[in-house]
Nanobody, 124 residues
Framework: QGQLVESGGGSVQAGESLRLSCTTS????????MGWFRRAPGKEREFVAA????????YNVESVKGRFTISKDNRKNTVYLQMNNLEPDDTAVYYC?????????????????WGRGTQVTVSS
């Protein structure tokens, strides 16, 4: 499968914002469901958000509480995760993945390709 490369992570204070990017091939952004997951220390990988090839979005409402927005730009072959009002509990490595259309977007096993992740650290 194609390569996925995340960027945009960093260390911020609570209440600040970050925008993560995931760049991949034109075929993947146009055809696949793209998802963001995160893994905090000592925890399992957690679904954050996903966007389908038709731009339908899904969120882990309990975790992101309307603070995060997923979007994509097919011209740039890039999927974004805008994260506002960050909290210390958002600290994790964030991963971008690509899943076949129609596969359950909230399940990590649906994803065929993953990036290496980008670290987000939020301090209080």
């Amino acid at each position: 499968q194609g390569q996925l490369v995340e960027s945009g992570g960093g260390s911020v204070q609570a209440g600040e914002s970050l925008r993560l990017s995931c760049t991949t091939s034109p075929r993947i952004t146009a055809w696949y469901t793209m998802g963001w997951f995160r893994r905090a220390p000592g925890k399992e990988r957690e679904f954050v958000a996903a966007i389908s090839r038709s731009d339908t979005t899904a969120y882990n409402v309990e975790s992101v509480k309307g603070r995060f927005t997923i979007s994509k730009d097919n011209r740039k072959n890039t999927v974004y995760l805008q994260m506002n009002n960050l909290e210390p509990d958002d600290t994790a490595v964030y991963y971008c993945g690509a899943a076949q259309p129609g596969a359950p977007a909230r399940i990590p096993g649906s994803y065929e390709s993953w990036g290496r992740g980008t670290q987000v650290t939020v301090s209080s």
